[in-house]
């Protein structure tokens, strides 16, 4: 799956841990935008728009992003049309978020989301699939929300 990774300084070392997980089990991970290193303080709006563009230029791709604790990334995210991004931190929602409500970037907390649970999370976003359906129908629904 082609995949695009991004942080602000809050979440750098789970996205670098993520990243090369996807890339251990076959990802193409395309980019990792966003900070170098937790002392290097980056606007995470910024990286939330620079990632969903690239997960929007190639149908089918997948984002995450990570900050301190996920939620400005989702709300800078869920601004870009096409894009449905959910904060996650549990396996249930992780599996729901994609196979309900077709989420498009997995949105994670560095300060709040330890290296195991962070894998657990992203494994299980990246195995599930949309279910479609009355799904379908209430995902169309939301890109009606965004042409108000
Ligand atoms: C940065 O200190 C922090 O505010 C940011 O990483 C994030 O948690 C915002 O939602």
Redesign the pocket.
Known sequence: MRLVFG?????VTLRRHLAEIARELGHDVVAELGATDESH?VD?PDIAVAVCNEVLAVSGSLGVLV???????A?AANRVPGIRAAVLSDGFSAAMARAHNDANVLCL???VVGLGLGRTLLVTFLDATFEGGRHGRRVEMLDALERR
């Open positions: 942080s602000d300084h809050g979440g303080s995470y900050c301190g604790t996920g939620q400005g990334m709300m907390g560095g300060r």
